[in-house]
């Protein structure tokens, strides 16, 4: 019976960490290659011996020609004779029409095909083998798609065994965990782009429904209808949104929700843990910033992508430096001003910090210029100063992120009981269900990472720690192949976002930084959050599947413009 129980409570962290572990092996399929290189059979000429390699590199140009990597001096061999590309982790040779052509294994090379390990290239003279290490690429994991259901699983049994888990919640949960177990599965066999993005929100999503409901049955089970709903808005995205690039068109239309959402809240807002930032219909309560965030990284995107060049560039000069004109750099500020300005009067200021921190990290991005940067945490200083003498309750949060023992009266002692939490997990944690989340105020919203590193411990908290890490570094991976700057821009923002939200929530229950009223995405109880969430993930999923479609595509017509 002992067994028993520390199965039950050990099994959650057990799951956690082995799902990381795949991940990581997952992320790392090939090991460690060879080079692939071009090594030379035969030669018509003793300036070219054979046994000579080429390193192909990300590709290379045969020809006679002096700029040519590859070079075969032959007089049978035209100037820029054929081209060697890589292209989504294969090597495709053309003919660039070539006067004698050029034979791929004894055969005329008419159009792009690929070259394989092993593969004859015949040029004038020339003799040349392609050894091409082979790629041992991820199959399929029957695994991984199952994780969540696992882990709604295996926090079930341990709900039920401390009477948590009432019989008519037992069908809600079952149906959170097959929409994550079957968007895994589909996203794995079926969809398009990276599966891991979707795969690892599952997880978190699976692990923060166990958590809540832990701490509170009823918002337990709201969470589980928010999972369903953020699950069907990811598979609305995928389906009715042909093309992401069509939001491009209405940048401005974003752009005026944004400002209309944050001014509605003002005006009709209700307040919240020191914060308007609400609006309330009956017992639907609703968190505009969460929204406003999405739709502020598109505008971003699109107008950067449409000025960037005269924003990298400049047109007035001051000194050595060059900065664009009002019209361009004008429109920008004021827009992201008034939503920073309109999040003060909210006293959302956690939001406008991450609001400013977007706008900062993605001008960077579209311009390259570091004087932004410099410029922009000049006004965070400037501004972080003003607003502590302008709103007693940040001081009062830098004072409990100073001395939180000696503001227990005053706000400390949910920042006290977080680090009582996290120091009293130890390295393997209380065992799920064997803390006291009880003792830390809104432990469901701001404070679950708390609760978590207190019942999963040091090993639970760095695994978590380090899917938030690949999930944020995938969707880094997914702007930097993303097929236009639309994309990379909008994919740059959505991955800040997360990078963002994570660092400043886990840095305030901690104390490592003033604590502010930021969920932690997926994890966090609250269904604003998690709806924007999951459309941010959507986006992701979207822009690195027409990535995908768009590399491909590039192979014909990079070789064909040649």
């Avoid at 100063?385 to 706000?411: K, T, W």
Wanted: net charge neutral.
């Amino acid at each position: 019976m002992i067994l028993l129980v520390l199965v039950l409570k050990y099994l959650l962290l057990f799951l956690i960490c082995l799902f990381l572990l795949n991940v990581i092996l997952n992320l790392s399929p090939s090991g460690k290659t060879k080079k692939a290189v071009l090594e030379v059979l035969s030669s018509g000429t003793a300036a070219v011996q054979s046994g000579k390699k080429w390193d192909l590199g990300k590709g290379v140009l045969l020809g006679r020609g002096s700029e040519c990597t590859v070079n075969l001096p032959d007089p049978y061999v035209s100037s820029r004779h054929a081209r060697i590309i890589l292209q989504d982790g294969k090597y495709y040779v053309t003919d660039l029409g070539s006067t004698n052509g050029t034979l791929l294994n004894d055969q005329p090379l008419t159009f792009p095909q690929q070259l394989h390990n092993g593969s004859y290239l015949k040029i004038g003279g020339f003799v040349l083998k392609a050894l091409i290490p082979e790629e041992k690429k991820a199959g399929r994991s029957l695994l991984l798609p199952l994780f969540p259901g696992l882990i709604i699983a295996a926090g079930g049994l341990e709900l039920y065994w401390q009477q948590l888990l009432k019989y008519q919640d037992i069908g809600v949960l079952m149906a959170a965990a097959l929409m994550l177990v079957i968007s895994s599965y589909v996203v794995e066999y079926r969809g398009r782009g990276d599966p891991l993005l979707i795969q690892m929100i599952s997880v978190l999503s699976a692990l923060g429904l166990v958590l809540i409901y832990r701490v509170d049955p009823y918002y337990g089970i709201r969470q589980s209808y928010w999972v369903i709903a953020g699950f069907g808005l990811y598979w609305a995205i995928q389906i009715f949104l042909v093309e992401y690039k069509r939001l491009l068109n209405y940048k401005y239309t974003f752009m005026v929700l944004s400002l209309v959402f944050l001014a509605i809240t003002i005006l009709f807002g209700v307040e919240a843990g020191g914060a308007r930032s609400w609006l309330s219909f009956g017992s639907f309560h609703f968190q505009p910033s969460e929204f406003v965030k999405i739709f502020m990284v598109i505008f971003l995107a699109g107008y950067l992508d449409e000025n960037k060049e005269i924003l990298r560039g400049g047109t007035l000069k001051f000194g050595r430096f060059y900065f664009p004109d009002w019209p361009y750099l004008g429109p920008l500020l004021a827009v992201c001003g008034l939503s920073l300005l309109l999040l003060v009067f909210q006293k959302d200021l956690g939001m406008a910090l991450l609001f400013f921190a977007i706008f900062l990290v993605m001008v960077y991005i579209a311009t390259d210029r570091s004087y932004f940067l410099l410029l922009g945490l000049g006004l965070f200083s400037a501004g972080t100063v003003l607003m502590y003498h302008i709103f007693p309750h940040v001081q009062n949060r830098l004072s409990i992120y100073l001395n939180p023992l000696e503001e227990l009266d005053a706000g400390g002692y949910q920042v006290v009981q977080s680090l009582f939490a996290i120091g009293g997990g130890g390295i393997f944690g209380q065992g799920f269900g064997s803390g006291f989340p009880t003792l830390i105020p809104a432990v469901h919203t701001d404070f679950i990472f708390s609760l978590m590193a207190e019942e999963l411990g040091l090993l639970g908290a760095l695994a978590i720690i380090g899917i938030y890490f690949i999930l944020v570094w995938k969707g880094i991976q997914t702007a930097l192949q993303a097929s236009d700057d639309f994309g990379l821009l909008m994919a740059c923002g959505f991955s800040s976002i997360l990078a963002l939200q994570t660092l400043i929530i886990i840095g305030g229950v901690s104390n490592l930084i003033p604590l502010t009223g930021i969920p932690l995405p997926f994890l966090s109880y609250g269904g604003s959050s998690f709806i924007s969430n999951c459309f941010l993930i959507g986006m992701l999923s979207k822009i690195s599947a027409e990535g995908e479609s768009a590399e491909n595509l590039g192979v014909v017509a990079d070789t064909a413009g040649d």
